[in-house]
């Protein structure tokens, strides 16, 4: 039998560890929530120092506008959005996104040149990388703060560890974001410039028979390589943009029949591997939205023509930030990589040799 | 370039907080013995606790690995072929000409701009 002091005490307990389990879930989510915020402020300070940049820059080349005329107009375009097409109908899809993005690119270039009348069409274009730099950042913050605060609205301890076990990783990416603002303030090479970068060594080491800008910032080069036909097409450089492949190999495909097209590009790493080794392989070696992957392939299917790659591994902060020595050995390596495959080559053959990458201080 | 604050900044503030916990922990002990009160032990033993997180995240600090790269530029001599590295200036462009080669005296070349790993 329990005397009156001891169920009192038991009860004393039970009810304090049952305030207790409630106590330390509040807690939980107090701790979460704070680290959470903590993460949230680092990407909107990333956000408002790419914004800074942005403006500053813009500003430097918008006399006789009015700085702050300038200055709301690029608040304005960092909250433009492109729009997908819809996929109820995949039919046709990739010209459809194709044709989005032109007229999305097309736009922020003509927009970000009429804030700058004095800067030259490759200041314009690393001009719109960095208000694309904040576009994207906006983007990162804005939506985190829009789960973040759900989360917070509903309690949803959930949601805020879920979105605690992404903030790392997504911490990341907006350092490697940002880290290309300096590169493009400067106009230098970053790490995904390794591609261009290969197809600019080769034109100066083999020379050139001409060069023409068959498609928008894109150069088709023909080297005057020995006994065959060398068709290197890169982004026009030096300012920041990637070049329209698939419509530059189209180009080609219409006056030469290649044995090859290579593909030079960036490739992430994984952990443990080297940054700036390069491999070799298959298929098209396109990131992004894989509209000119598309483009690419189909051509290459539709003529029978082999697709090879070659990789310059780094990682995902290396490719967005300036370019590391490794990356750049492994740059070097590329070429001789390169002239390796066209040596392979049956003598009078052709092939195409693609640079892919941003060319931001890379010119032709 | 602008540089991200190095972790480092923090080892003063660590090591002021670590010698202040143990230097209260040895307080709270001392008086342990002089008065024999329990409440001075389980206090030295909570501020010991606390002095032991301190060093764990101070070692881990310390081990920290920071390998800091400077922004330079590879110039390369087109007539003897020689190299020279050097600190990036303010308009240098990828395959413009540079710098008079020290051996030859002919224009250099730029061959790459990167970030290089500094020497200590």
Same mark, same amino acid.
């Given at each position: 039998?329990?005397?009156?002091?001891?169920?009192?005490?038991?009860?004393?307990?039970?009810?304090?560890?049952?305030?207790?389990?409630?106590?330390?879930?509040?807690?939980?989510?107090?701790?979460?929530?704070?680290?959470?915020? @903590?993460?949230?402020?680092?990407?909107?300070?990333?956000?408002? *120092? $790419?914004?800074?940049? &942005?403006? +500053?820059?813009? !500003?430097?080349?918008?006399?006789?506008?009015?700085?702050?005329?300038?200055?709301?107009?690029?608040?304005?375009?960092?909250?433009?959005?492109?729009?997908?097409?819809?996929?109820?109908?995949?039919?046709?899809?990739?010209?459809?996104?194709?044709?989005?993005?032109?007229?999305?690119?097309?736009?922020?270039?003509?927009?970000?040149?009429?804030?700058?009348?004095?800067?030259?069409?490759?200041?314009?274009?690393?001009?719109?990388?960095?208000?694309?730099?904040?576009?994207?950042?906006?983007?990162?913050?804005?939506?985190?703060?829009?789960?973040?605060?759900?989360?917070?609205?509903?309690?949803?301890?959930?949601?805020?560890?879920?979105? @605690?076990?992404?903030?790392?990783?997504?911490?990341?990416?907006? *350092? $490697?974001?940002?880290? &290309?603002? +300096?590169?493009? !303030?400067?106009?230098?090479?970053?790490?995904?410039?390794?591609?261009?970068?290969?197809?600019?060594?080769?034109?100066?080491?083999?020379?050139?028979?001409?060069?023409?800008?068959?498609?928008?910032?894109?150069?088709?080069?023909?080297?005057?390589?020995?006994?065959?036909?060398?068709?290197?097409?890169?982004?026009?450089?030096?300012?920041?943009?990637?070049?329209?492949?698939?419509?530059?190999?189209?180009?080609?495909?219409?006056?030469?029949?290649?044995?090859?097209?290579?593909?030079?590009?960036?490739?992430?790493?994984?952990?443990?591997?080297?940054?700036?080794?390069?491999?070799?392989?298959?298929?098209?070696?396109?990131?992004?939205?894989?509209?000119?992957?598309?483009?690419?392939?189909?051509?290459?299917?539709?003529?029978?023509?082999?697709?090879?790659?070659?990789?310059?591994?780094?990682?995902?902060?290396?490719?967005?930030?300036?370019?590391?020595?490794?990356?750049?050995?492994?740059?070097?390596?590329?070429?001789?990589?390169?002239?390796?495959?066209?040596?392979?080559?049956?003598?009078?053959?052709?092939?195409?040799?693609?640079?892919?990458?941003?060319?931001?201080?890379?010119?032709? | 370039?602008?540089?991200?604050?190095?972790?480092?900044?923090?080892?003063?503030?660590?090591?002021?907080?670590?010698?202040?916990?143990?230097?209260?922990?040895?307080?709270?002990?001392?008086?342990?013995?002089?008065?024999?009160?329990?409440?001075?032990?389980?206090?030295?033993?909570?501020?010991?606790?606390?002095?032991?997180?301190?060093?764990?995240?101070?070692?881990?600090?310390?081990?920290?690995?920071?390998?800091?790269?400077?922004?330079?530029?590879?110039?390369?001599?087109?007539?003897?072929?020689?190299?020279?590295?050097?600190?990036?200036?303010?308009?240098?462009?990828?395959?413009?000409?540079?710098?008079?080669?020290?051996?030859?005296?002919?224009?250099?070349?730029?061959?790459?701009?990167?970030?290089?790993?500094?020497?200590?």
């Amino acid at each position: 039998m329990m005397n009156g002091d001891t169920a009192t005490s038991m009860l004393l307990w039970i009810i304090a560890l049952f305030a207790l389990s409630f106590l330390m879930q509040e807690l939980q989510i107090y701790r979460i929530v704070t680290e959470v915020e @903590n993460y949230l402020g680092i990407i909107r300070a990333a956000r408002e *120092r $790419a914004l800074l940049a &942005a403006k +500053e820059q813009v !500003k430097r080349y918008s006399k006789p506008l009015n700085p702050e005329y300038v200055g709301m107009k690029i608040d304005k375009l960092i909250e433009t959005k492109i729009i997908a097409p819809t996929g109820l109908d995949p039919f046709g899809i990739v010209k459809k996104l194709k044709h989005v993005l032109l007229i999305g690119e097309r736009a922020l270039e003509s927009e970000v040149a009429s804030l700058a009348p004095a800067a030259s069409p490759h200041e314009v274009q690393n001009l719109v990388v960095l208000v694309d730099i904040a576009r994207s950042l906006n983007e990162i913050y804005k939506l985190l703060n829009h789960y973040y605060l759900i989360a917070r609205r509903f309690k949803s301890l959930w949601l805020l560890m879920q979105l @605690n076990a992404a903030m790392p990783f997504i911490i990341e990416e907006v *350092r $490697a974001v940002e880290g &290309a603002i +300096e590169a493009f !303030k400067k106009s230098i090479p970053i790490g995904d410039s390794a591609g261009p970068f290969v197809a600019a060594l080769l034109m100066r080491k083999h020379g050139v028979q001409y060069i023409v800008e068959p498609v928008k910032d894109t150069i088709v080069a023909k080297l005057a390589y020995s006994n065959k036909d060398v068709y290197v097409i890169k982004g026009k450089g030096p300012g920041g943009n990637t070049g329209h492949y698939d419509d530059a190999v189209a180009w080609v495909i219409q006056r030469a029949k290649p044995a090859v097209i290579i593909t030079v590009d960036a490739a992430l790493r994984y952990e443990g591997e080297v940054s700036g080794e390069v491999v070799h392989g298959f298929g098209v070696a396109i990131g992004g939205t894989g509209v000119e992957k598309y483009g690419i392939e189909e051509i290459a299917v539709k003529h029978s023509i082999p697709l090879y790659a070659v990789l310059i591994k780094m990682t995902e902060v290396e490719a967005l930030s300036v370019m590391t020595e490794e990356v750049y050995r492994g740059v070097r390596e590329g070429v001789a990589v390169v002239e390796e495959l066209l040596e392979s080559l049956p003598e009078g053959s052709s092939a195409i040799v693609v640079g892919v990458g941003n060319t931001v201080g890379v010119p032709p | 370039m602008s540089k991200t604050p190095h972790p480092r900044r923090w080892v003063p503030t660590y090591i002021v907080l670590l010698t202040s916990l143990l230097v209260l922990s040895a307080a709270l002990v001392l008086q342990y013995f002089r008065t024999g009160s329990d409440s001075y032990l389980v206090s030295a033993g909570f501020i010991a606790l606390i002095a032991a997180y301190t060093a764990w995240s101070f070692a881990r600090l310390i081990t920290l690995k920071v390998i800091p790269r400077s922004l330079v530029t590879l110039l390369r001599c087109p007539s003897c072929g020689n190299e020279v590295t050097r600190k990036y200036r303010e308009g240098d462009m990828l395959f413009s000409e540079s710098d008079q080669c020290p051996k030859c005296g002919s224009k250099m070349l730029t061959e790459g701009i990167f970030l290089k790993e500094e020497k200590r």
